[in-house]
């Protein structure tokens, strides 16, 4: 017997007519309490993954019922899971998804902090779910230094948006979400910076290199993304206090982008720079080749 197992939040989605015609049993599944993760977080980060993992733990518990594996089941009135569930949760990772990546070039020098925070959001929806996250983090590293207490991290820190997103996509829809969701979380962009993906002329891999000879890029695309930003930073002048004119920057690559963030970050050692990549899996993909990650 085949069973369909679904997030509460994609109940709107189903035809549960259709599903009683081929007589198919529905299991509706709410977040996961994490109280049940016995004190462990989850690997992976956002408020949005406790629904998701609430959804793993209903499927992985059909599949271990049909393969006849009790002994390992969780069972409902539980207060905590099983280890071995508790284990993958709190082990998942997802590279380019609510990721934080200190870059090793500079703390390799002991200077000032560069943190990427990746997450390769590229529509409205994700798009709010990634600010809320990066509004969050970086509030909680900057009351409560952890593990990334060497980072210095304090309150001198600056926040900065590395974008792009392919011309498929509307940035109309992707900025205002995007800037609007920050500030609404208390968050400012101090800087945004345009770049086009490497990948849009390397291959993908970890050995891609750029072409030996100078390729002409075309930054149109880059410029246009600036003028939207520019155009809501104008509109909306309570929530970002920065100066239009210093606000963004166009660079025709990454490396420079990233090689600018470098010698910023070790020209000001006294202030962190956490760094906001996305609107694009390739260039979220980039940068961390670029990093070596």
């Known amino acids: 017997m085949n069973i369909v197992t679904i997030s509460i939040v994609q109940l709107f989605f189903i035809d549960t007519n259709n599903l009683n015609s081929l007589k198919v049993p529905l299991q509706v599944v709410q977040p996961l309490d994490p109280q049940q993760l016995d004190d462990q977080p989850l690997g992976l980060h956002g408020e949005h993954q406790y629904m998701n993992a609430g959804l793993a733990v209903a499927l992985v518990n059909t599949w271990l019922q049909r393969q006849g594996h009790f002994n390992i089941l969780h069972k409902k009135h539980s207060v905590t899971l099983p280890d071995q569930f508790i284990e993958g949760l709190s082990s998942a990772c997802l590279q380019g998804r609510a990721q934080i990546v200190p870059d090793p070039e500079v703390l390799s020098k002991d200077s000032s902090s560069l943190i990427f925070y990746l997450d390769g959001a590229h529509s409205p929806e994700s798009m709010e779910i990634c600010a809320k996250w990066f509004s969050c983090v970086t509030r909680k590293d900057e009351q ?9 991290i304090g309150t001198n820190s600056r926040k900065i948006l590395l974008f792009n997103c392919m011309s498929v996509r509307d940035p109309q829809r992707l900025l205002p979400c995007l800037l609007a969701t920050c500030a609404q979380n208390g968050l400012q962009f101090d800087h945004a910076l345009f770049v086009p993906n490497q990948s849009q002329y390397n291959k993908l891999g970890s050995h891609a290199s750029p072409p030996s000879e100078r390729v002409q890029i075309d930054l149109s695309w880059q410029l246009s993304l ?23 920057s166009v660079f025709e690559s990454l ?8 010698e910023t970050a070790q020209q000001n050692q006294s202030t962190s720079y956490q760094v906001l990549v996305t609107g694009s899996l390739h260039l979220v993909g980039d940068v961390l080749r670029l990093l070596k990650e």
């Open 144 to 152: 409560q230094p952890g593990p990334l207490d060497q980072l210095h």
């Open 226 to 248: 600036q003028r939207v930003w520019e155009g809501l930073l104008h509109s909306n002048k309570g929530l970002n206090g920065s100066n239009s004119s210093t606000a963004s």
């Open 255 to 262: 490396p420079l982008a990233i090689k600018w963030l470098r």
